[in-house]
């Protein structure tokens, strides 16, 4: 890894200086040009000396919608700048995201295996989203999940025999829809009657028959979200 200029952007003097420890033992090839302890600081540094990387901190001063502005901006004024994300916010799933989405390079947590020099030379080397070993598990997790989900829905419809009219009954069903308004959507080739008649058929086909008995709109679509014939993060209305 050839030689590069970083600036620390961290608010907790300890954790700091732990950072910097890092970098002087497993990063020689990393000069830090300057730490800042909050926005003014940083910029006050940016002025004097750009450098190759930011190592940002999100909740300076207890707040971390600062760090995220700070990113948004750092990404806007220098276009070519690294930007890896150090934070202690082990938890917050969705600042992750923003965080990714106001143009970091990476998130590395201060958990697990911390800051290590190949996800730093990553980064020097033009790879976007680097993480430590604590995100790539949580990634993993949801992944699993998502695909595990699709699988059952895929059975689920070749299990239950369920056709496209099929899964747009359901879903806008479950979307507060009367069956006048589900037969006037745009391409449903069905009145309100054929679909009476669509979901008693679709009740026989997803309850055993002792279940049957009584099983009105609300029960029937229930069932089509435990089967995930339809999906509760994905109940949007057709265009119209």
Not at 93 to 107: F, K, P
Not at 229 to 238: C, S, T
Request: charged share 30%; hydrophobic share 40%.
């Amino acid at each position: 890894m050839e030689e590069f200029k970083v600036i620390i952007v961290e608010d907790v003097q300890l954790e700091l200086k732990g950072t910097e420890h890092i970098f002087r033992s497993e990063i020689p090839e990393a000069t830090i040009i300057g730490t800042a302890q909050n926005e003014a600081e940083l910029w006050k540094l940016m002025r004097k000396d750009v450098p190759d990387m930011i190592l940002l901190d999100l909740g300076l001063g207890g707040s971390t919608t600062v760090g995220i502005d700070i990113c948004r901006q750092l990404r806007d004024r220098y276009s070519n700048l690294k930007i890896l994300i150090f934070t202690g916010e082990i938890q917050n799933e969705r600042l992750w995201v923003e965080a990714l989405s106001a143009g970091a390079d990476g998130i590395i947590l201060k958990t697990g295996n911390l800051l290590q020099r190949d996800d730093v030379q990553l980064v020097m080397h033009g790879r976007r989203f680097v993480f430590n070993e604590p995100i790539l598990e949580k990634i993993l997790v949801r992944f699993r999940k998502s695909i595990l989900a699709e699988v059952q829905q895929s059975d689920a419809i070749i299990d239950y025999d369920i056709d496209e009219y099929d899964e747009r009954y359901l879903r806008h069903l479950a979307l507060g829809y009367t069956k006048d308004m589900i037969a006037n959507l745009k391409g449903m080739p069905f009145g309100a009657k054929s679909l009476e008649k669509r979901q008693a058929d679709l009740i026989n086909r997803l309850f055993p028959g002792n279940e049957r008995t009584g099983v009105n709109a609300t029960r029937l679509v229930t069932r089509a979200l435990q089967l995930r014939i339809i999906d509760l993060e994905n109940l949007r209305p057709d265009e119209d």
